[in-house]
């Protein structure tokens, strides 16, 4: 069953194409990483796909209830405590305080942030602190889709490894499906299903891998051996690092 549907999607800024001819589908519970060269529009086209952005041509069809986003930053509100960001979509959407509250504080510990820091400001707490807060605020709204668009770019390899171990866990126990944009080759390989890759230029998509073994029951080696084949023997895959500083926002 398709959980995201997108047909023909189309999309200009200032009358320059940015994407163009995209087909693209994610099934329920599954967890696509949507990659390319920097500048392609990856994360226009996740934008678009979540709402945020109205295409300028072609359709977007959810087969979903609700969905949840993490972005590159954090995106906190700097007024409000840690507890205070993770529950505002539940006061956004006329939520019991009591609930919120509850809802909230199991959020946190989802994501295994400490609740004595719950009362803090963002200010007072670490970038990995903050941006567990970002998924947990993503989280509280039981999402059956999330959407991630670069969301650990600016971590260190430790702490990006167990935000991803975060979105693996959460993602087998809730079993919602998620597009997980990143230029990471291996983050790709190690949180998603599928790995879709997007044409250099935008137009269409250059192609897919679906991956052995589910995400979190794939070795280190086995991953690192995967992105290395891909790189070595794959065409998809040749564009990947490229930059094309003319289509970059």
């Known amino acids: 069953m398709s959980a ?16 163009d001819h995209i087909d693209f589908q994610v099934d329920s519970a599954e967890v696509v990483a949507l990659v390319g060269p920097s500048g392609c ?17 072609g359709r977007v069809e959810r087969g979903y209830r609700r969905h949840g986003m993490i972005f590159q930053e954090p995106r906190l509100l700097p007024w409000a405590t840690a507890r205070h960001n993770i529950s505002y979509p539940l006061r956004i959407a006329g939520v019991p305080r009591s609930e919120r509250k ?7 510990l989802t994501v295994a942030f400490d609740p004595d820091d719950l009362d803090k400001y963002p200010s007072e ?42 979105v693996i866990e959460t993602s087998r126990q809730a079993r919602f499906a998620a597009v997980f944009v990143t230029h990471d080759l291996m983050e790709a390989a190690r949180v998603a299903h599928r790995i879709v890759v997007l044409d250099s230029t935008g137009n269409g998509i250059a192609g897919e891998r679906r991956l052995l ?29 490229d930059v094309d500083e003319r289509r970059l926002p």
């Open 125 to 166: 707490l670490s970038g990995g602190m903050r941006q567990r807060i970002a998924i947990a605020r993503a989280l509280v709204i039981e999402p059956d889709f999330l959407f991630c668009d670069e969301p650990f770019t600016a971590l260190d390899v430790a702490l990006k490894r167990r935000m991803q171990d975060i």
């Open 41 to 57: 529009g990856k994360s226009t086209l996740v934008h678009i796909a979540a709402g945020i952005v109205e295409p300028l041509r």
């Open 4 to 19: 995201l549907q997108l047909t023909r999607i189309g999309h200009a800024y200032f009358g320059r194409t940015v994407l």
């Open 102 to 108: 509850e809802r909230a504080m199991q959020a946190a």
């Open 213 to 241: 073994n589910a995400p979190g029951h794939r070795s280190d080696e086995m991953i690192f051996k995967t992105v290395q084949s891909f790189l070595r023997d794959d065409p998809i895959f040749r564009h990947i690092d």
